[in-house]
Each structure stands twice: as structure tokens, then as C-alpha cells.
Nanobody
Framework: QVQLVESGGGLVQAGGSLRLSCAAS????????MGWYRQAPGKQRELVAT???????NYADSVKGRFTISRGNTKNTVYLQMNSLKPEDTAVYYC???????????WGQGTQVTVSS
């Protein structure tokens, strides 16, 4: 089992910044993919950004140039730096930990991000 603890959500004005953190613990694997997904009210959960254990990143088009995903020194922590936030970024953000081929996955409890106009 892998446990994920997220932090860093909150309320911010449009144009502001927030930094989300997610720490994985338990039976972690050296080869993995960590990522952030979000779900707005009435919408499906969508990918925001992912990063492999090797450091390769992938971003949704809607956040490219504004969000940056990175790993901590321990490699089991992932950050999402969110700049130039827009009201449409408002959602619950979830951390995901998965195998390279999605053979397993774990989700965090979610953290609310609200961007006011």
C-alpha cells in the first residue's frame, strides 16, 4: 500500500500562485509515475501534469507555461507550482501515484483550489 498526503490548496485571486505538495509513503517503488489531476464541479477528473521517476514531465495544454511539476530530493514527494492562476483552475486537485504501465494506482484525498476573479 502507498499512502499519499497532499497539502497546499487554498483560496487565491486570479493571477496569483499556489504550490501543492504530495508526499508518498509506504510500499513505494523506485520506478513510478506521480501526477496531479483535478476535478471541477460537474466535470470529469482530468490530467493536469505528470512526472516519471526519471524526471520526464507531461502537461495538459490548459496549464502549459503556467504550472510546473517537480520532484523533491527524496523522489517520493511531488510538487505542483501553479502561477498565473485563472478562475477556471478552480477544482479539487488529486495526487496520483502509479506504476509505469498503470499496473497499480493510488490516489490522495484531494485538496481544494479556488481562484476568485
Amino acid at each position: 500500500q502507498v499512502q499519499l498526503v497532499e497539502s497546499g490548496g487554498g483560496l487565491v485571486q486570479a493571477g496569483g500562485s499556489l504550490r501543492l505538495s504530495c508526499a508518498a509513503s509506504g510500499s513505494t517503488f523506485s520506478i513510478n509515475v506521480m501526477g496531479w489531476y483535478r476535478q471541477a464541479p460537474g466535470k470529469q477528473r482530468e490530467l493536469v501534469a505528470t512526472i516519471t521517476s526519471g524526471g520526464s514531465t507531461n502537461y495538459a495544454d490548459s496549464v502549459k507555461g503556467r504550472f510546473t511539476i517537480s520532484r523533491g530530493n527524496t523522489k517520493n514527494t511531488v510538487y505542483l507550482q501553479m502561477n498565473s492562476l485563472k478562475p477556471e483552475d478552480t477544482a479539487v486537485y488529486y495526487c496520483r501515484y502509479s506504476g509505469w504501465y498503470n499496473e497499480y494506482e493510488y490516489w490522495g484525498q484531494g485538496t481544494q483550489v479556488t481562484v476568485s476573479s
